[in-house]
Every structure is written in C-alpha cells, then in structure tokens.
C-alpha cells in the first residue's frame, strides 16, 4: 500500500516562503508524475503542481511564478517550495501521484496570515 507523508507546514506571514516534503512509500516518487494538491476549508481539493518522472513541471495559475515543485528520485521524495505566500494559499496540503492514483496521506496545514 503506498502512504504519503506531507511535512514542512506552518504559519507564515503573507509574503513569507515555506518548503513542503512529501515522502512516498515504495517507488512511487521514481516511477510516477507526482502532484501537490491543496484543500482550503469550505472547498473542493484542487491540483496545484505536477513533476514528470524527467522533470518537467506544470502549475495552476493562481500559484505560476510563486510555486516551484521539484523530485529527488534516489530519495523517494517531492517538494514543494512556496514564496511570495497570499492568504488564499492557507491550506491543507497533500501529495500523490498525477492523477492522482493513491489514497491520501494526512496532509500538512499551511497558514498564511498576519
């Protein structure tokens, strides 16, 4: 069964950067298109960034030129590097592969607010 673990969450002040890690079971990390994904209270999940397996990143708009997703493949692992944070980044944030393919992992908070 292949687990997640987010980490690298916490409160930041707008305009603040944090580092989000995801660790993945198995080879999942080498094997898949892996995604961040997000879920803001009261709202749907929704896709915020994906890496190829060669690479090759794609962001929603609203986080394009802010967000920056990268893969270590020898060590499993996915992160997320946010700057410039707003408000309306305050999130759960979750990992999985591109489809997404997995169950859930249980996400890290990320708060942005002054």
């Known amino acids: 069964q292949v687990q997640f673990v987010e980490s690298g969450g916490g409160l930041v002040q707008p305009g603040g950067s944090l580092r989000l890690s995801c660790a993945a079971s198995?080879?999942?990390?080498?094997?898949?298109?892996m995604g961040w994904y997000r879920q803001a209270p009261g709202k749907q999940r929704e896709w915020v960034a994906r890496i190829t397996v060669g690479g090759t990143p794609n962001y929603a708009d609203s986080v394009k030129g802010r967000f920056t997703i990268s893969r270590d493949n020898a060590k499993n692992t996915v992160y997320l590097q946010m700057n410039s944070l707003k408000p309306e980044d305050t999130a759960v944030y979750y990992c999985n592969s591109g489809g997404p393919s997995f169950s859930w992992g249980q996400g890290t908070q990320v708060t942005v607010s002054s």
């Open positions: 198995g080879s999942v990390c080498r094997t898949y298109t």
